[in-house]
Each structure stands twice: as C-alpha cells, then as structure tokens.
C-alpha cells in the first residue's frame, strides 16, 4: 500500500435516497398494511367474549345451565382470542424486523464491496465482506476512520441484529447474549420483577415501538457516514484482515490451477 492519500469510501449526499427510500418505504408500509391490523387486540378480544355470551345465551337453559358457567366461558373465549392476535402480531412484528434488518445488510455489504473494491482486489475482498459477521464488518468500516460503534443509535442497532439472531435461531449465544443485556426484548417480565424469572428464548417480543425504534438506528447508521472518507484518517487494520486475505488468494490459486491453459488466470 502507498503512502498516498486516496479515497477509501465514498457516500455522495445524492446516493442517501437510493438506501434510505427503500428502508422508509418498507417500514411505513409495514406500519400502514401489517401492523396497523393489530391497533385494537383489547376491543377484539371483548368483542370475541361478547359474541360467545350472545350465543351462549340463545342456549340457555336456566333449569340446567350456570350463569357462571357461560360467563367464565365467555371470559376465557376472550382471553383466547386475546392471546392468539398478540402472539401473531409478534411473530409478525419479528418476521418484519428480520427482513427489514436484513435489507440494511445486505443494501450496507453491497456498498462496502463496491467502495474496498476501488482500492482493492474485488475477488479477495468481496466474498470476505459478505462471510464477515456483523460485527466484523463494523471493524472493517471503523478501521477507515469512521465512528459507529460509540454512537447512540448503535446500541439499538446491535440489539437489532441479536433479536434477528434469537428469532432465526432460538436458543444458543445469542439468546443469552440478548437476554443479559437487553431483557426488554423479552416482554413484561424483568429478573428485578421477578428474581427467578429466567428469560426463554421463546418469549422473545418486540413492540411496534421497539420496530420503530430499530428502524431510527438504521436511518441514523446511513446518515452517521461521512460524504468522504480518506486513506489517512484510517486506523490499525484488524488483526483478522490478512488472514482472511490469505485464505481468499489461497482459494483464487487454487481455482487457477484448476483452469485449462488458454482459460488465464484470475488476478
């Protein structure tokens, strides 16, 4: 590498739209056509229990039946209706935060690869950016000099690349990782509520809030990084970089010397 200063990432202002229109129309539109569904679970759920009293009441019979009884059926017929909305709008609201977390990774990879690509070999670099785990790829940007994990909006966006974790993967790292630092993903129940409540990764919530809330942290994420960024503001590269830069030439060799003779070579 040069001493020479260059470009190593460049997001022109006129670019923004191209990565925030497509994460604004998907969130807006999940909002209006999906999650607004789910406005009045309360009111559905007392229609419900109403609607089994009205029926149970045709049936009566005051010489054998309990009015108790159809009450509490009635009761519990809410209480149902009550808990299967609230259990779909969650899965819903989670299947919405996966895809929309990972539009964003794939739409922040895609640019990466395009940007190291100037100044770098694009065949060694690009499958690297695409196998790396989020984290790493926060490394890779961080070493070119921008900020990102110190800022506020990254907390939110970290808790939103664990909740798509738990949700694709149930237990494992990631349930722990997120249920210690991160409990209010895991519904009403706080371990300072409870002392021995333990969080499964089946109760795993996230309110429409907490969606719009991810969705802040991404727009804010876009927005944090700088029109231009420089050779000379880059920091020490991270230690894995060249190892995985060694395993890339190691795959490209061997895919050259499976080559017929006039196929060339890959460079």
Known sequence: MTARNFTTFYLAKVDLPVVLEPHKFYVSEARK????????????????????????????????????????????????????????????TLALTAGMFHQFDKALRDKAVREFSHWLDREKIGPIIWDLGFPRLME????????IVEKDFFRKLDACRQVVNVYKHGDGNAHRDLSSKFPEYYGRFKEEDLPWFRARHEDLTVSEAQFVEFSDAITAFWLNIPEYSFWSQSREAPTWLGLEIKKQEKRLDKMNSTLPARGGRID
């Open 140 to 147: 890779l940007l961080e070493w070119l000099g921008m900020e």
């Open 33 to 92: 056509r999906l999650l607004a569904q789910f406005s009045d679970i309360e009111r559905e759920a007392q229609e419900a229990e109403a609607e089994h009293l009205e029926t149970s009441g045709r049936n009566f019979d005051p010489d054998r039946d309990d009015p108790a009884d159809a009450y509490e059926d009635a009761y519990q017929k809410g209480v149902s209706r009550w808990m299967a909305l609230t259990e779909m709008q969650n899965t819903i």
